[in-house]
């Protein structure tokens, strides 16, 4: 955990880092950047988003599935959780999950919602903090092999349970933002008139 003294400067990195999203915010929006350029400032802001969330936790790099640090094997249970949730409700709608937008055709990869899970991942990502910074997180609770950490499936239920209410407090603003993006799919509407999700002002 921080001092008063290291707060402070990590208090003035947080605002360099929001200013610094949301110049990359406006990058973003420019026209005719290609689907890899675009993938690219996500990567950069990917970058400075975590390293800022997680500081007080010794935070190092997002590596998914390699299951690196207890933070890691969490987002990925936790991004697990959310993706086959935006994946049902998806194939409700009987959309082709496997053709994508930003996130292009791969073999095997569900790309359509690996695109419509990211504007809710940071519930994930703040479920995880808010256990951290309440100490119930324990490392006892992990099996670490080789640089490995991970869960055994008796101190599973503490972690899902975590995450999974977590997701369930904004289940209808999942479900409502999913329709409208049908909605607005199916009406054929401009890119501006397609939902957006907002964590911060679905709080307020």
């Keep these: 955990m921080f001092t008063s003294k290291e707060k402070t400067k990590e208090n003035r990195r947080e605002k360099e880092v929001i200013k610094k999203l949301e110049q990359f915010e406006k990058d973003v929006l420019k026209p005719d950047l290609t689907g890899q350029e675009i993938m690219g400032i996500e990567g950069i802001c990917a970058k400075l988003y975590f390293k800022s969330l997680f500081a007080e936790y010794e935070w190092k790099s997002r590596q998914p599935r390699t299951k690196c640090d207890m933070t890691n094997t969490l987002m990925d249970i936790g991004y697990t959780i959310l993706f086959n949730i935006i994946n049902a409700l998806l194939e409700m709608y009987g959309f082709d999950v496997y053709v994508g937008i930003l996130h ?101």
């Excluded at 997180?137 to 209410?165: A, C, H, M, R, T």
């Design 104 to 204: 292009t055709q791969f073999f095997h990869r569900k790309s359509l919602v690996c695109d419509l899970e990211e504007p809710f991942r940071p519930i994930v990502d703040a479920a995880i903090l808010k256990a951290l910074n309440l100490g119930q997180v324990s490392e006892n609770d992990f099996w670490k092999n080789q640089n490995q950490y991970i869960l055994p499936w008796k101190n599973s239920k503490k972690y899902v349970g975590v995450i999974l209410n977590a997701l369930m407090e904004y289940k209808n603003e999942i479900f409502i933002y999913l329709q409208s993006y049908y909605r607005a799919f199916i009406r054929d509407k401009s890119a501006e008139e397609f939902p957006v999700f907002d964590l911060f002002d679905e709080e307020e």
